[in-house]
């Protein structure tokens, strides 16, 4: 192997591979170094191991960034129908779950082997990628308009260097910051990390809702007030150490320490949808017309924390219209999350401040490019993150 190459990318991780792939194909001479023992790793253990890929609707909105029109660019230029058409290619099935999330029918290596055979291709294109594993980046510098890689010992250059190592979400998987590290380095600016995508932890009164762990519901979750309130119906699950479920997960990343979520527990009724159903169906305990919706446990709970006992007859006015408004918009105070252990992706990161959105190219150090979860680029659960992935791999890999 040359020690000398057009691009090093540091991470061999979805926006590496492709990026690779890409630049490689366009006759470039790349070298991939990941720090684990196999590449993709993340891509293996996503969406339960049939690797959520995409979603059909990525677009802009779906991100959270310091700079909301930043991932524009690269999304539009290289959009999820872009990256079907290449899982088409390769004759990889794969099926619509929900709300346009993609997996794979079946095992999520299709998606690491397709990008291993992208890089593969870059020989008939008068291009070359080496994957090395294993690897130990040690130090890197710039010289004389060049970047030097220090890997496993052995002096490695090129003209540009990628970052692509990813966050510090799921360090079991050898995950850490040192993206962070290389972009402080060179002058760059990063945005405060955090976990998203992550479960939170109850403590206080909320507390009793651990007993319910395993207890799953179709809600609406909303974090955040006024303009900046987001809301994600999907289903909340109770955890023995708080809540979780995708729900949970999406508003998670928009949460600030100290601020309550609210749950709705009955999103296609009315707020005084319990007074209705007094007046129709006077004689029915409340348990009964709670659990319709939500299973009989949760119903209990939740009854007996609004103090309704017995039939709804048996309950004035005021109670069931309090009541029905509770679970429209009932509030849970988080002490916490579960952090980067159990968060999907980390939101922060490098500041886009600092990147040109065309191609993620440093606008300060000529050949330096930061691609992937590394950016403070951080989509919505359900397939947005890759496709971010894919994009801003795509968009350096057609810069170089």
């Not at 017309?289 to 709970?301: C, D, G, M, Y």
């Given at each position: 192997?040359?020690?000398?190459?057009?691009?090093?990318?540091?991470?061999?991780?979805?926006?590496?591979?492709?990026y690779a792939a890409l630049?490689?194909?366009?006759?470039?001479?790349?070298?991939?170094?990941?720090?684990?023992?196999?590449?993709?790793?993340?891509?293996?253990?996503?969406?339960?191991?049939?690797?959520?890929?995409?979603?059909?609707?990525?677009?802009?909105?779906?991100?959270?960034?310091?700079?909301?029109?930043?991932?524009?660019?690269?999304?539009?230029?290289?959009?999820?129908?872009?990256?079907?058409?290449?899982?088409?290619?390769?004759?990889?099935?794969?099926?619509?779950?929900?709300?346009?999330?993609?997996?794979?029918?079946?095992?999520?290596?299709?998606?690491?082997?397709?990008?291993?055979?992208?890089?593969?291709?870059?020989?008939?294109?008068?291009?070359?990628?080496?994957?090395?594993?294993?690897?130990?980046?040690?130090?890197?510098?710039?010289?004389?308009?060049?970047?030097?890689?220090?890997?496993?010992?052995?002096?490695?250059?090129?003209?540009?260097?990628?970052?692509?190592?990813?966050?510090?979400?799921?360090?079991?998987?050898?995950?850490?910051?040192?993206?962070?590290?290389?972009?402080?380095?060179?002058?760059?600016?990063?945005?405060?990390?955090?976990?998203?995508?992550?479960?939170?932890?109850?403590?206080?009164?909320?507390?009793?809702?651990?007993?319910?762990?395993?207890?799953?519901?179709?809600?609406?979750?909303?974090?955040?007030?006024?303009?900046?309130?987001?809301?994600?119906?999907?289903?909340?699950?109770?955890?023995?150490?708080?809540?979780?479920?995708?729900?949970?997960?999406?508003?998670?990343?928009?949460?600030?320490?100290?601020?309550?979520?609210?749950?709705?527990?009955?999103?296609?009724?009315?707020?005084?949808?319990?007074l209705e159903r007094k007046?129709?169906?006077?004689?029915?305990?409340?348990?009964?017309?709670?659990?319709?919706?939500?299973?009989?446990?949760?119903?209990?709970?939740?009854?007996?924390?609004?103090?309704?006992?017995?039939?709804?007859?048996?309950?004035?006015?005021?109670?069931?219209?309090?009541?029905?408004?509770?679970?429209?918009?009932?509030?849970?105070?988080?002490?916490?999350?579960?952090?980067?252990?159990?968060?999907?992706?980390?939101?922060?990161?490098?500041?886009?401040?600092?990147?040109?959105?065309?191609?993620?190219?440093?606008?300060?150090?000529?050949?330096?490019?930061?691609?992937?979860?590394?950016?403070?680029?951080?989509?919505?659960?359900?397939?947005?993150?890759?496709?971010?992935?894919?994009?801003?791999?795509?968009?350096?890999?057609?810069?170089?």
């Amino acid at each position: 192997m040359e020690s000398t190459f057009d691009a090093i990318v540091l991470g061999g991780g979805a926006a590496g591979l492709l990026y690779a792939a890409l630049a490689g194909q366009r006759g470039r001479n790349v070298l991939v170094l990941e720090r684990a023992g196999t590449v993709g790793k993340k891509i293996l253990i996503s969406g339960g191991g049939r690797c959520n890929f995409t979603n059909i609707g990525a677009g802009p909105a779906h991100y959270i960034s310091g700079n909301r029109h930043f991932a524009k660019s690269a999304l539009s230029r290289y959009t999820a129908r872009d990256f079907i058409a290449l899982v088409d290619s390769y004759g990889i099935a794969h099926h619509e779950k929900t709300l346009g999330q993609l997996f794979c029918d079946g095992p999520a290596l299709q998606i690491v082997d397709l990008l291993l055979e992208e890089c593969a291709k870059a020989g008939a294109q008068g291009g070359h990628v080496d994957v090395l594993t294993g690897q130990d980046v040690s130090e890197v510098v710039q010289e004389d308009g060049r970047f030097a890689v220090m890997a496993n010992g052995q002096a490695l250059l090129a003209d540009s260097l990628v970052i692509a190592t990813g966050g510090p979400s799921i360090p079991k998987m050898g995950a850490s910051d040192f993206a962070y590290e290389l972009a402080r380095q060179f002058g760059l600016k990063v945005i405060e990390p955090r976990p998203a995508l992550v479960p939170f932890t109850l403590g206080g009164e909320d507390v009793l809702f651990r007993e319910l762990s395993g207890v799953s519901a179709e809600v609406v979750a909303k974090a955040g007030a006024g303009k900046g309130a987001v809301k994600f119906r999907e289903a909340a699950l109770l955890t023995h150490r708080g809540l979780s479920g995708p729900a949970i997960l999406q508003v998670s990343s928009y949460w600030k320490h100290g601020d309550p979520i609210a749950l709705d527990f009955y999103p296609d009724e009315k707020p005084d949808w319990l007074l209705e159903r007094k007046r129709s169906a006077s004689q029915t305990d409340i348990v009964a017309v709670l659990k319709e919706h939500l299973s009989e446990r949760l119903a209990r709970v939740l009854a007996e924390r609004l103090g309704l006992h017995g039939v709804l007859q048996g309950q004035s006015d005021k109670a069931l219209r309090q009541a029905g408004e509770r679970l429209k918009a009932w509030e849970f105070r988080p002490n916490g999350t579960e952090g980067f252990a159990k968060a999907e992706v980390t939101a922060g990161g490098i500041s886009t401040a600092g990147l040109s959105s065309r191609t993620m190219e440093a606008q300060s150090v000529p050949g330096l490019y930061a691609i992937g979860e590394a950016v403070d680029v951080t989509g919505w659960l359900g397939g947005y993150n890759f496709q971010w992935a894919w994009a801003s791999g795509w968009a350096a890999g057609q810069a170089i």
